[in-house]
């Protein structure tokens, strides 16, 4: 009987040791989760009107940023963006980009980012891989960027601040964004260029 309760002591330690070894793995291997502040952020763009950039941003944007650069496999980035948020500083081109001739918000309200995988591309630069959907068209679609830095936020105990640059560029016309006369490229050019400056905090 004593043979018998010290073998089963003995499997429960090892049990016991063997899951207190799993939660510790797991633990370290954990990925940061990140949240962006919206006062120090912004989501940007810039197309041509006939040869001149113009600038616009999008005001509404939510993300879950999960990212460590020393576990990459585990990170990942989704951002979904509101159209109805579009702002170029002109009331009418704003309707007129969120109508059925560009956006059609409407019927496809929100643009977005999935991740399936992020890559190290050298010293602190790293590329998102994963779908972009814009109107009714998903693509492959890579977004680089640029880890500024990390540290411990001086006005917040306990919390991490990061800071991200991510620039990439798109062809509207991929993604069905002008139709009809406006699908012409001479007035509306056909490249945009995207900017975005994120400010995050760490949640855990």
Same mark, same amino acid.
């Given at each position: 009987?004593?043979?018998?309760?010290?073998?089963?002591?003995?499997?429960?330690?090892?049990?016991?040791?063997?899951?207190?070894?799993?939660?510790?793995?797991?633990n370290d291997n954990a990925v940061t989760a990140w949240e962006i502040d919206r006062s120090h952020s912004a989501v940007n763009f810039t197309i041509n009107h006939f040869f001149t950039p113009v600038d616009g941003r999008?005001? !509404?944007?939510?993300? $879950?940023?999960?990212?460590?650069? =020393?576990? +990459?496999?585990?990170?990942?980035?989704?951002?979904?963006?509101?159209?109805?948020?579009?702002?170029?500083?002109?009331e009418r081109r704003d309707n007129h980009l969120k109508s059925g001739d560009f956006f059609n918000s409407s019927q496809w309200p929100a643009i977005?980012?999935?991740?399936?995988?992020?890559?190290?591309?050298?010293?602190?630069?790293?590329?998102?891989?994963?779908?972009?959907?814009?109107? !009714?068209?998903?693509? $492959?679609?890579?977004?680089?960027? =640029?880890? +500024?830095?990390?540290?411990?936020?001086?006005?917040?105990e306990n919390t991490k601040v990061a800071g991200i640059v991510a620039n990439?560029?798109?062809?509207?016309?991929?993604?069905?964004?002008?139709?009809?006369?406006?699908a012409a490229t001479a007035v509306v050019g056909d490249r945009v260029n995207i900017r975005l400056n994120l400010e995050l905090l760490a949640t855990n």
């Open positions: 009987m004593k043979t018998l309760q010290y073998s089963t002591l003995t499997l429960l330690f090892i049990l016991s040791a063997s899951l207190t070894q799993v939660l510790a793995t797991d999008f005001d !509404d944007y939510q993300a $879950e940023i999960n990212f460590d650069p =020393e576990n +990459l496999e585990g990170s990942q980035i989704n951002v979904s963006i509101p159209v109805e948020s579009v702002n170029t500083r002109n977005q980012f999935v991740s399936h995988s992020i890559e190290s591309r050298g010293d602190n630069q790293f590329v998102a891989i994963g779908e972009l959907t814009i109107r !009714d068209v998903t693509r $492959e679609f890579e977004l680089p960027f =640029e880890l +500024l830095g990390v540290m411990d936020h001086p006005m917040r990439a560029q798109l062809m509207r016309t991929d993604f069905g964004v002008g139709v009809g006369d406006w």
